[in-house]
């Protein structure tokens, strides 16, 4: 993985976020890593915004209803095998914490 392309390093995690966005900030970047591509590749791929995947990816934002299918799919395109169910099932246990849940 080329990690020197424009849109493609992460920055280290805030020490602010709590231990559940912390948790899930950091699932959702084992998929980005995975794929090998930019922010502005993947936002095209799942038809987004890639200021809005760096907000995801840096926990400033949880993303919408749909994204993470969306992404399984990416991740099934780019790698030619299908995201396994005990992973898309501590995903939704991951979003599912009462703590990212809005008030």
Same mark, same amino acid.
């Given at each position: !993985?080329?990690?020197?392309? &424009?849109?493609?390093?992460?920055?280290?995690?805030?020490?602010?976020?709590? +231990? *559940?966005?912390?948790?899930?900030?950091?699932?959702?970047?084992?998929?980005?890593?995975?794929?090998?591509?930019?922010?502005?590749?993947?936002?095209? !791929?799942?038809?987004?915004? &890639?200021?809005?995947?760096?907000?995801?990816?840096?926990?400033?934002?949880? +993303? *919408?209803?749909?994204?993470?299918?969306?992404?399984?799919?990416?991740?099934?395109?780019?790698?030619?095998?299908?995201?396994?169910?005990?992973?898309?099932?501590?995903?939704?246990?991951?979003?599912?914490?009462?703590?990212?849940?809005?008030?």
């Amino acid at each position: !993985m080329d990690d020197s392309r &424009p849109g493609r390093r992460l920055k280290p995690l805030s020490s602010k976020l709590g +231990p *559940e966005m912390a948790a899930w900030v950091t699932r959702l970047r084992e998929f980005y890593t995975g794929l090998d591509m930019t922010y502005v590749e993947l936002a095209e !791929m799942l038809g987004g915004d &890639p200021s809005t995947l760096s907000r995801y990816f840096n926990g400033q934002r949880l +993303p *919408e209803i749909g994204f993470s299918e969306r992404l399984y799919r990416a991740v099934e395109t780019k790698t030619h095998a299908p995201v396994q169910d005990q992973v898309k099932d501590s995903v939704r246990a991951l979003l599912a914490s009462p703590a990212l849940l809005p008030l």
